[in-house]
């Protein structure tokens, strides 16, 4: 393996319900490469299992548990908040379940007494405040608090109180902390599996609240991840995407697929990315992408020019075309393909002529 990930190498592993299977499978394929990360950073359920792998949890272990866990284990109705306390309940589920599956694989004791860096993205609740545990002078907290914490989504799960903070699920302001992780490396790898491709969800509001909220949560992280990517300055990142996007985030039929999906990720990016030098402030795997739009479908509203405004523009007939058409994009950068409400921009890869409309993530501005 080069030498650019034999120093300071940072994981950060994104939230995404049960999709975040998918980070046994990268941490394996890294594994087989030789990398071991020398910081770990993660949200929800990434911090759940990058706190795991920290305190010594075996891959083999971590996917047993994950392929044999159950809905079930996890969510348990709570049944006398809902009717005793009614819209003052702090949550639809109980708390103990997830407590029990935290303390099951992660480790007892504080930051402090941790072989590695960990890193546990959270909120602050009362100061609406990101608070990363982990970091200098917020170590001396119990692990397992702030890991539950990280994976207490608003509404499903109670807050926790972490030392003296009331906490919930960082990815609430920051799914994929890769700026924090970033500090103490000199690469960074980061998985998302939370917001891979908000592409199209058909018939969401007629499956309920649960599904309603979820599909609004994940819109709401993939909207608040792009700008942190699309403006990235910092180490060298590999960004992995695995092909998880298409599953519901607490689908438990589905989690062998999961691990495969994030296994395969992780191997495609790294054989992308090849032996080339890494640059600062660069986001890999890179690769050259040609833009076209189908005018016929075009309906001239303008939405790709203005979020686009260096790569897209509106001419003479009123119609969108690029105004560059070749670019050398990362996994973060195309978003507004995604928001061509008819689909007429297609982003083709000159290398593989594979096309897709699908959003390849947030543009990188181009003059």
Not at 3 to 18: I, N, Q, Y
Not at 317 to 333: E, F, L, Q
Request: hydrophobic residues 45%.
């Amino acid at each position: 393996m080069p030498l650019k990930f034999s120093e300071r190498t940072a994981l950060v592993l994104g939230g995404g319900g049960l999709k975040g299977f998918a980070h046994i499978g990268v941490m394996r394929a890294l594994e087989e490469r030789g990398i071991r990360p020398t910081t770990y950073a993660g949200t929800s359920i990434g911090a759940l299992l990058a706190a795991a792998r920290v305190g010594g949890v075996w891959l083999d272990e971590m996917e047993r548990r994950a392929t044999s866990l159950a809905k079930r284990d996890l969510f348990r109705i709570n049944r006398v908040g809902m009717l005793v306390e009614r819209s003052h309940a702090p949550s639809l589920y109980l708390e103990q379940p997830l407590r029990d599956l935290v303390d099951a694989v992660t480790p007892a004791g504080t930051f402090r007494d941790l072989p590695e860096q960990l890193l546990v993205n959270t909120v602050d609740l009362e100061r609406g405040a990101i608070v990363v545990w982990g970091l200098p002078g917020l170590q001396d907290v119990a692990v397992r608090d702030a890991v539950y914490a990280s994976c207490a989504l608003p509404g499903f799960f109670p807050p926790a109180t972490v030392g003296a903070r009331t906490c919930i699920d960082g990815g609430t302001i920051d799914n994929l902390p890769t700026a924090i992780a970033s500090l103490a490396a000199d690469v960074v790898i980061a998985v998302d599996v939370g917001n891979t491709d908000i592409g199209r969800e058909k018939d969401c509001a007629s499956r309920g609240f649960a599904a309603i909220y979820m599909r609004a949560a994940t819109v709401m992280m993939h909207a608040l991840q792009l700008n942190p990517l699309a403006r990235w300055e910092g180490p060298p990142m590999l960004l992995i995407r695995p092909k998880v996007g298409h599953r519901d985030w607490f689908g438990f039929a589905h989690t062998e697929e999961m691990i495969q999906a994030g296994y395969e990720g992780a191997i495609a990016a790294l054989d992308e990315l090849g032996d080339a030098p890494l640059c600062r402030d660069r986001i890999y795997p890179r690769r050259r992408v040609q833009l076209s739009v189908n005018r016929a479908k075009c309906i001239g509203c303008g939405v790709c020019a203005a979020l686009a405004p260096g790569i897209m523009k509106m001419d003479a007939h009123g119609k969108a075309v690029a105004a560059v058409a070749d670019h050398d994009w990362s996994p973060a950068d195309g978003e507004f393909v995604g928001h061509c409400p008819t689909e007429a921009i297609t982003a083709e890869s000159v290398v593989s002529r594979r096309k897709s409309t699908r959003p390849v993530a947030q543009p990188t501005v181009e003059s």
